[in-house]
């Protein structure tokens, strides 16, 4: 078999067999087959797309280039919940702890983040003691004992995805439908859980700027996990704005807090409910979707979801305190209120730029080597839809520096507001099943 052989065949439009799908993964894993023929294959794919079981042989030929995790030895339907990521986004801590108070077992891998704000492992170590270390003896051990457990992504996992999403980067072959999908599930697959749901974020603050595309991408990976035997399905949730009021780490681990106690933004908490209905019908506690929804709104309002919360800090090192006293979080030594311009009506938060923003104080990494400042950030006051008085404070800067011009500068510049009123947008934009 010759990689130009495979490179040609997909050039033209044909479809690749199992064996030259494969041939290819373990190839560039290993070094056999160079660079500038893996970006010849991706062109190729990019312009000529994937057949459904194309898509399907390229994910497990990634998943496969690896370690997969077992956890077979956690009782119960394993569920995972994967995030495309965006502006705010708190979603896996407060989701994590309902759905495991309902009884079903959380086992989740999660990343650092790379742009406006860190990943879901840079906000828990916002608590002071928490960490994201443990064995795999210890990370089951926590599941069966108290529902859930978060840890950062270890071992050699879909090593194959890690070449070719850098070399991705640099060829611009990163939006390819089948090439994402391939990606992400990869992952989850390899991550062990027996059934998924995907947040497929849509709009400015999204990778998937439009809601055909975002549809595009959740099809392709809910039959790619459904045609592999993980249960898989996706909610498209809108990402034009910022979800929730937080952007920053220890902020956002605040707003998941309130959310548990039942005072957290209205979007968040319906996204919450949303995706956690779906992860306890797919994990088998609830036979419709209602039935779930009303069992995750009485685990919030009982407080048994707030516990499992403090004993998942507790189990994994962490000040679980913080919980009833959020003023133990890291704290910005200066806040900075952004007073409204005129009065109207909010027409527009561009999530991207304000994400930004966020990032220009210290909340994101720019790059790999970044130190992120788990204090910082911003806190929205108003969202889209919303009334404003001129002088109205629009959000509230975090920071621990005192100039915050080119800050100010980018919020003034991406926040719109118009005499009309304007509708919120819609949160969920559709649901994806077989």
């Known amino acids: 078999m010759r990689m130009v052989d495979i490179i040609e065949k997909k050039r033209n439009g044909e479809e690749l067999t199992t064996a030259e799908i494969r041939f290819f993964v373990e190839g560039y894993t290993d070094g056999t087959i160079p660079d500038y023929q893996a970006s010849a294959l991706c062109m190729a794919i990019y312009f000529q797309d994937m057949t459904d079981r194309e898509r399907a042989d390229l994910t497990m030929a990634m998943v496969e280039s690896g370690d997969q995790i077992d956890l077979s030895s956690i009782a119960g339907v394993k569920v995972d919940k994967h995030s495309t990521g965006g502006v705010g986004d708190t979603t896996t801590l407060p989701l994590t702890a309902m759905v495991a108070a309902v009884g079903v077992p959380v086992a989740k891998m999660s990343g650092r983040g790379l742009g406006h704000t860190g990943g879901t492992i840079d906000k828990l170590e916002a ?5 994201v270390e443990l064995s795999s003896e210890e990370f089951s051990k926590q ?8 840890i950062g992504q270890s071992g050699n996992l879909t090593p194959a995805d890690k070449k070719l999403y850098a070399l991705r980067d640099v060829t611009g072959t990163v939006s390819s439908i089948p090439l994402i999908a ?9 991550a062990g859980a027996d059934a998924i749901v995907l947040d497929v974020k849509t709009g400015d603050g999204a990778f998937m700027k439009t809601v055909e595309d975002s549809i595009k991408l959740a099809e392709a990976m809910v039959k790619i996990g459904n045609s592999v035997g993980r249960k898989t399905m996706a909610i498209i949730s809108d990402m034009s704005q910022p979800l929730g009021y937080a952007i ?8 998941a807090i309130d959310t548990l106690k039942g005072k957290g933004p209205a979007d968040l908490n319906e996204l919450c409910y949303t995706l956690g209905s779906q992860m306890v019908v ?10 779930a929804r009303k069992m995750l709104e009485e685990v919030v ?26 003023s133990r979080l890291p704290q910005a030594k200066f806040k900075f209120d952004v007073p409204a311009k005129q009065a109207g009506y909010i027409s527009k938060i561009e999530a991207d730029d304000i994400g930004t923003a966020a990032m220009l104080l210290g909340a994101g990494r720019a ?9 910082v950030g911003l806190v929205l006051h108003k969202k889209v839809g919303d009334e404003v ?13 005192e100039n915050v011009d080119a800050v100010l500068e980018k919020i003034y510049a991406h926040i719109f507001i118009s005499a009309e009123k304007v509708e919120a947008p819609k949160l969920i934009e559709a649901i994806i099943t077989q």
């Open 389 to 401: 008085k001129e002088g109205e404070s629009l959000m509230t800067i975090h920071a621990n520096t």
């Open 282 to 291: 797919v994990g088998g506690k609830a036979k419709t979707i209602e039935e």
């Open 143 to 150: 599941v069966n004992d108290i529902g859930m457990a978060v």
């Open 127 to 131: 608590i002071e003691g928490f960490h």
């Open 367 to 375: 790059t790999k080597e970044s130190e992120i400042d788990l204090a």
């Open 301 to 326: 309002a009982s407080g048994a979801a707030l516990e499992v919360l403090k004993k998942f800090i507790t189990a994994q090192g962490g000040d679980a305190s913080v919980v009833d006293d959020p």
């Open 182 to 190: 391939g990606s992400i599930m990869s992952k989850k697959i390899a």
């Open 248 to 255: 920053g780490n220890a902020l956002e681990v605040q707003e």
